[in-house]
């Protein structure tokens, strides 16, 4: 069986370090520990976009980031002109508008690595109903792969509102 393909949204990786009392703390930890004791299921992918988006946070959380990202196992995808032009292919499409490019620029790395997952806590621009339309109906009309975008407790299975 291969490996399910997880990009990481820079929201997860910011998230990281959120005290472990607040319910985004603990899902974001626990998504972080269920991935990495089981190495054999999950591939994460994390793009420049990221990386650029890391790096404009401030002390002394870039530091904490950082040193978590250099022990994290994942792929860095590498800058791809590519995924530039699809980012703009959506705009022009209206899956967002030119204000929302970082979002469509994450979801092409995303697309263009053929990842099954999108992980993120964007819901206002990413883990909704109308974005992954959009962009699955894009998609599939122009032969690149669905993306399925989700928070992390989606791939834990751990469900914050079962006792609700």
Same mark, same amino acid.
């Given at each position: 069986?291969?490996?399910? /393909?997880? !990009?990481?949204?820079?929201?997860?990786?910011?998230? @990281?370090? +959120?005290?472990?009392?607040?319910? /985004?703390?603990?899902? +974001?930890?626990?998504? @972080?520990?269920?991935?990495?004791? @089981?190495?054999?299921? &999950?591939?994460?992918?994390?793009?420049?976009?990221?990386?650029?988006?890391?790096?404009?946070? =401030?002390? #002394?959380?870039?530091?904490?980031?950082?040193?978590?990202?250099? $022990?994290?196992?994942?792929?860095?995808?590498?800058?791809?002109?590519?995924?530039?032009?699809?980012?703009?292919? &959506?705009?022009?499409?209206?899956?967002?508008?030119?204000?929302?490019?970082?979002?469509?620029?994450?979801?092409? !790395? %995303?697309?263009?690595?053929?990842?099954? !997952?999108?992980?993120? =806590? *964007?819901?206002?621009?990413?883990? *909704?109903?109308? +974005?992954?339309? /959009?962009?699955?109906?894009? *998609?599939? %009309? $122009? $032969? &690149?792969?669905?993306? *399925?975008?989700?928070? #992390?407790?989606?791939? +834990?299975?751990? $469900?914050? &509102?079962?006792?609700?």
């Amino acid at each position: 069986m291969r490996k399910l /393909r997880i !990009y990481l949204d820079s929201s997860v990786i910011g998230d @990281f370090d +959120t005290p472990e009392d607040s319910e /985004r703390g603990t899902l +974001t930890k626990e998504f @972080f520990r269920h991935v990495q004791e @089981f190495p054999d299921d &999950y591939e994460l992918l994390i793009s420049p976009v990221v990386a650029a988006e890391v790096n404009a946070c =401030w002390e #002394p959380k870039l530091s904490i980031l950082i040193d978590f990202l250099e $022990n994290l196992d994942c792929t860095w995808l590498p800058e791809n002109q590519e995924a530039m032009d699809l980012a703009e292919t &959506y705009v022009q499409h209206g899956v967002f508008g030119q204000k929302h490019i970082r979002d469509l620029t994450h979801i092409a !790395y %995303a697309v263009l690595a053929r990842c099954d !997952y999108i992980v993120s =806590w *964007n819901f206002k621009h990413l883990v *909704n109903a109308k +974005t992954m339309s /959009r962009v699955n109906l894009f *998609n599939q %009309a $122009n $032969n &690149y792969c669905g993306v *399925n975008i989700v928070p #992390p407790f989606v791939i +834990t299975g751990e $469900n914050p &509102y079962e006792n609700a």
